[in-house]
């Protein structure tokens, strides 16, 4: 069975793997499109996080239990493993210290999904190398100056961090103008990527 | 007056239980309501009052001959919508618009006066559960409150967890700070320096504390208030003379706004009832009651919480919500939370406010 056909692939991709009846986390929840599709289809008890205030109303206005908070700062006050999945999409790149979130993420959800656009997709690759300036992008669309995305990370990256926080990653999805593509050369070719990865049990 | 109704009167069958350890007989509580109870009694929503509140949420008061305090937000359509659900709004015990206050008569015939046992929010709560009880109201669809009336929703949620499917608390706090204690203080010591309080033994004499109350109402009315509101709307403009008097009248129109408010308020309220409903907010510390940590008063509840707080209110700021928030969020309760922006400090949740309609009409639902 396939997510709702409405839903941003990366988004729909993690909609696929959630267990029905699960207890999940959206950290940078936005407009609450996978929590409403999750509590409808799966009846998962869903919790989102949002730092902007006009999406946050949105989401209570649509029924969705959403708290306004910086994700920063404000995961430290759930419990160890309240969630069985804690997801991030589009949200690591944006955040002061992605290191430290995703520990927090790994700390309070028992699988962590999380999903970035690719810094080292070829595009962004040459648009740099070539015209010596920050890339603006389809996957990167805002000037340097004024984009909210202030970590930028590679597909390489994040594997090096993950291994660092003692994150095992399970599984990985890839996408290039929307669409799932092979893992092979990934770093190269993929806008965006979703990796599904917990703590390792030492 | 046009419309205005005198409330229903619910006579507490038992004696009320108080946290003092003292207890009230023969309680009465005023109360209006607005709508149809379903049959399955499914759709009821308690709205709580704040302090200087009371049952007329959306309807004609009795004295001021003005419109429900929050009649914009309950009625035919509106965020809390009337002709879907059954609103009951009660007078707090210890106020003193029907319901059982300092000013009503005790055994003996006389007014209590001070002699009112002190009451805390809990034991408003209490009075409101058995009103609830002799209308067969198992479960509310859910409790709204702002302010003094958010301390009773949470109060509510957290001693009577089966009451409630919905919790909706707009601009509240879980504990009265040090300030908040400070500033209601003010209030009472205006009041009992008033020579006409008389130990609070006025009722049937010739001269009430007017002049105190007055002072203690202006003093609160900053607190409700953002400094940017105030200069939005006073700024330093004198009031009706184009120079300053070099005397004491009042020059501004700040003073002069103020002086309208205190007086206005003591004409449809009670003193002594300003005495104790302040105490009862500054006993109120929802953590306390539950062994210190607030996360505990809310294990294993079952119903949805909303809070909303405004971005210039310095009474009860965002970081009162979001303490509660944290707490919800320890004891995983389902939890929304959002502040608003909006210029008029405290008093915002009673102003128009369009995203603060969208978020109180999407979840009550």
Redesign the interface.
């Known amino acids: 069975m396939s997510a709702s056909q409405t839903l941003r692939p990366d988004l729909a991709v993690i909609a696929d793997q959630i267990g029905a009846g699960t207890r999940l986390l959206d950290i940078g929840c936005g407009d609450g499109a996978l929590m409403a599709e999750l509590e409808q289809a799966k009846q998962v008890?869903a919790?989102g996080m949002e730092l902007d205030?006009?999406k946050?109303?949105r989401?209570?206005?649509?029924?969705?239990?959403?708290?306004?908070?910086d994700a920063d700062r404000?995961l430290a006050?759930?419990?160890n493993k309240?969630f069985d999945y804690a997801v991030m999409s589009l949200t690591l790149q944006t955040s002061q210290r992605p290191d430290m979130l995703l520990e927090e993420m790994l700390r309070v959800g028992t699988t962590v999904f999380v999903s970035f656009p690719n810094f080292a997709h070829w595009k962004t690759r040459t648009a740099l190398m070539f015209g010596g300036r920050m890339p603006v992008t389809r996957a990167l669309p805002i000037s340097w100056y004024a984009t909210e995305n202030i970590h930028h990370v590679t597909i390489a990256d994040f594997k090096q961090l993950a291994k660092e926080k003692g994150a095992e990653i399970s599984r990985a999805w890839f996408f290039a103008n929307e669409r799932a593509i092979s893992p092979l050369g990934a770093n190269w070719r993929a806008e965006f990527a979703v990796f599904e990865l917990s703590k390792r049990q030492d | 007056m046009p419309n205005a109704t005198a409330s229903k009167v619910y006579a507490l069958t038992d004696t009320l239980p108080l946290d003092s350890g003292q207890e009230l007989s023969g309680a009465e509580i005023a109360y209006e309501t607005y709508g149809e109870l379903a049959a399955d009694k499914s759709n009821a929503v308690l709205i709580c009052h704040a302090l200087t509140g009371d049952q007329y949420v959306a309807s004609t008061h009795p004295v001021t001959g003005k419109p429900g305090w929050w009649d914009r937000m309950v009625g035919p359509g509106k965020p809390i919508d009337t002709s879907r659900h059954f609103v009951i709004c009660a007078n707090v015990i210890g106020s003193c618009m029907g319901s059982t206050g300092p000013a009503s008569s005790g055994a003996d015939g006389q007014p209590y006066a001070m002699g009112f046992p002190v009451i805390t929010i809990r034991d408003m709560v209490r009075g409101i559960i058995a009103l609830l009880d002799g209308l067969g109201i198992e479960r509310l669809h859910a409790v709204v409150g702002g302010s003094m009336g958010g301390m009773q929703a949470l109060s509510l949620a957290a001693n009577w967890p089966d009451r409630a499917e919905r919790v909706l608390v707009i601009a509240s706090t879980a504990r009265h700070s040090a300030q908040n204690i400070a500033f209601h203080e003010l209030g009472r010591q205006a009041i009992m320096a008033d020579p006409a309080w008389a130990g609070g033994d006025y009722y049937g004499g010739d001269a009430k504390p007017d002049n105190g109350l007055a002072v203690a109402r202006m003093a609160a009315h900053i607190t409700y208030l953002s400094e940017e509101g105030l200069t939005e709307k006073f700024g330093r403009r004198l009031q009706d003379r184009d120079e300053k008097s070099f005397g004491f009248e009042a020059d501004f129109q700040v003073e002069s706004y103020l002086r309208y408010q205190g007086s206005g308020f003591t004409q449809r309220f009670d003193a002594n009832s300003y005495l104790y409903i302040t105490r009862a907010m500054d006993y109120f510390d929802l953590a306390e009651e539950h062994g210190g940590r607030l996360a505990d008063a809310f294990i294993g509840t079952s119903a949805?919480f909303?809070l909303i707080s405004f971005d210039t209110d310095w009474l009860y700021p965002t970081a009162e919500s979001?303490h509660i928030?944290?707490a919800l969020?320890?004891a995983?309760a389902?939890?929304?939370?959002?502040?608003?922006?909006a210029n008029a400090g405290h008093d915002s949740f009673l102003l128009e406010h369009d995203?603060l309609d969208?978020?109180v009409?999407?979840?009550i639902?």
């Open positions: 008890d919790r205030p006009a946050v109303e989401c209570v206005a649509r029924g969705l239990s959403v708290v306004q908070g404000d006050n759930y419990p309240a | 949805r909303c979001r928030v944290h969020n320890a995983g389902k939890v929304s939370f959002v502040e608003l922006s995203q969208r978020v009409q999407g979840f639902e």
